[in-house]
């Protein structure tokens, strides 16, 4: 494994401050006994769990460098995997004199930082710069998206080294507006949502209404669950094979890497919408719009009005044709990797080792990393890796901000950027289907970021439907289009849907031969796409539809992505990869 960094710092060992050699290799830290490489390694950082490194000025010109890391442990109480906020201190002792052993903290800072960023675009021994627009919804469900912005997201991304630029916003439509008229959106590295997925849905459709939409549609979104509604967020981290959690998708913002989402472009007679998530008619619509008054509950609201619709389901009259993906056509979808399980196992191993010798702390180093924690996210003190002396007499603590010593970088380390890079267009989950009417956009030119792109036409609303789609017509229970495995955190829809598969999943029950049992069934994961055994709930691959309800009755509703529309025909094609999102890749896991 290739050496990047190594150097001669001070770490603290039940209660013993000790000489060490720490290590900065492409794939993690070791820190070893004594000053030898070879030695035994007292602990392992893996830098897949890293999210940044700070250098802190201590008392007596101590100068000391922090590594924050967010590593996946079990809960001893309920055995589930969860992200904890860990930070290791290393005390600079290398050097006689105090600016010395400066140069040699910053450096290490900017070698970790560039070793998982990537580095400038202006200079090769400079960490990439990042700068996020974030977006946030006071209002959105529980109304706890400020509270999440301030107390958790803001100082993690402020231990990232994260520049962010926040709108908090006012009224419906305010991210679409937003976007549509900013001048240096593409001054950022991602757009963040602290939000459900209504201000997600207003950030993709504002996008596309951009002169330059071809360029702007590339900025990957961030998603950070702050709403009733979290879909994608849900599919991004399923995707990412971490666990469905607030701190993960953090994590994930922080760490992860462009990666193509599918958009499905919705035309009607008096607008043109983008839907990341789905389209719904029928149940699961009514569900969705006549919910909001129990905002305040949540996701939970949705159960709670399914329930309430099994008494009393709406039955629509209308007409569905569709663009069916025959057998042959569709590749055989790889199940998800659930990475958790074998990220769990290592991190285990490695928190057992640590056990054995990383039990206590020197009074100094122990003092030390109490102070950063107060400066980090005020975090409990299970989270710090040391036991805290009060005997100790420290009196500051500052981060140094020194530029000068970002020119000491060790050119050592190796030109490598796997935040920016995407992941390929055509997965080994894509269905292609050549004809005309059905066949994704193509892409003419360059991938890179300013090549102009252009969509293969596709039949629109108005257009003749082929003769080879297949048509249902009558009374419907529902009928709903899903694009992502999930329709929020606590609904699954089908795990082999991906982010950028290539088709939509079509569901519908007709009027005549509806059960509340199987519906039933679907509420609780129990009916799935791949566990069909109902006869009632019919589910189908798509490249497109066309949807033509007859007249709006009472309780009639048409969704898209949570969002009501009018009441009117629709029709739907999916554009695959168009746009992008930020999601860990199998290398970061």
């Known amino acids: 494994m290739t050496e990047i960094l190594a150097d001669n710092f001070k770490y603290s060992v039940n209660n013993v401050d000790m000489e060490c050699r720490v290590v900065l290799t492409e794939s993690g830290v070791g820190i070893h006994e004594g000053h030898e490489i070879h030695a035994y390694r007292m602990k392992y950082i893996h830098l897949s769990d890293v999210i940044g490194a700070k250098v802190h000025y201590g008392a007596r010109d101590q100068v000391f460098l922090v590594i924050h890391y967010l590593p996946l442990t079990k809960n001893k109480f309920n055995g589930k995997l969860m992200r904890v906020k860990k930070q290791v201190v290393l005390c600079a002792t290398q050097h006689e004199t105090q600016h010395a052993n400066v140069r ?273 996210c005020g975090s409990n003190s299970d989270d710090v890796e040391t036991e805290l002396d009060p005997s100790f007499d420290f009196s500051a603590l500052n981060e140094s901000d020194s530029d000068d010593a970002e020119s000491f970088i060790n050119e050592r380390i190796p030109d490598r950027s796997r935040t920016v890079s995407d992941l390929p267009a055509n997965s080994s989950n894509s269905v292609e289907c050549k004809c005309r009417t059905c066949s994704p956009p193509q892409y003419i030119g360059d991938d890179d970021v300013g090549a102009r792109q252009k969509l293969v036409e596709q039949i629109g609303l108005k257009d003749k439907i082929p003769d080879d789609w297949t048509l249902l017509e009558g009374r419907f229970a529902c009928v709903t289009a899903f694009f992502q495995s999930h329709l929020s955190f606590t609904y699954p829809v089908t795990p082999y849907l991906r982010l950028d598969c290539g088709y939509m999943l079509l569901m519908w029950s007709e009027s005549n031969s509806f059960e509340r049992t199987d519906f039933l069934r679907l509420l609780i994961q129990d009916c799935t796409p791949e566990s069909n055994d109902t006869r009632t709930i019919h589910f189908e691959k798509v490249r497109a539809f066309r949807l033509e309800p007859e007249i709006a009755e009472e309780g009639a509703y048409v969704t898209i992505d949570g969002e009501l529309v009018p009441y009117e025909a629709l029709h739907a094609c999916i554009y695959k990869g168009l746009a992008r999102v930020m999601c860990l890749s199998t290398s970061a896991r």
């Open 104 to 376: 040699q903290c910053v450096r290490w800072k900017s070698a970790v930082k560039r070793t998982i960023f990537g580095p400038s675009e202006t200079s090769e021994t400079k960490c990439r710069e990042r700068k996020y627009l974030i977006f946030v919804n006071p209002k959105g469900g529980k109304k706890l998206a400020k509270k999440i912005w301030l107390s958790t997201v803001q100082p993690l991304f402020d231990l990232a080294g994260i520049e962010s630029e926040v709108v908090y916003t006012e009224y419906s439509g305010h991210g679409r507006d937003y976007i549509k008229s900013c001048e240096n959106l593409m001054d950022y590295t991602s757009i963040v949502t602290v939000s459900g997925d209504g201000i997600v849905f207003e950030v993709f459709n504002g996008l596309m209404k951009r002169d330059d939409w071809e360029t702007a549609i590339k900025v990957p979104l961030s998603i950070i669950p702050g709403g009733s509604g979290n879909g994608l967020c849900a599919a991004i981290l399923h995707q990412s094979g971490v666990p469905l959690t607030l701190i993960d998708a953090v994590f994930v913002a922080i760490r992860g890497s462009s990666t193509p989402l599918d958009l499905v472009k919705v035309e009607q007679e008096r607008d043109t919408v983008w839907s990341f998530l789905s389209i719904a008619w029928g149940l699961l619509s009514a569900v969705d719009i006549e919910s909001e008054r129990l905002r305040w509950m949540g996701e939970a609201r949705f159960t709670v009005e399914a329930v309430k619709k099994l008494v009393s389901f709406p039955i629509k009259s209308g007409r569905v044709w569709f663009s069916k993906i025959e057998q042959d056509q569709t590749a055989t979808s790889d199940r998800v990797q659930d990475a958790t399980t074998c990220t769990a196992e290592a991190n285990e191993v490695v928190d057992q080792a640590d056990e054995v010798v990383d039990k206590g702390s020197h009074k100094q180093l122990s003092k030390i990393t109490e102070r950063v924690r107060n400066d980090s």
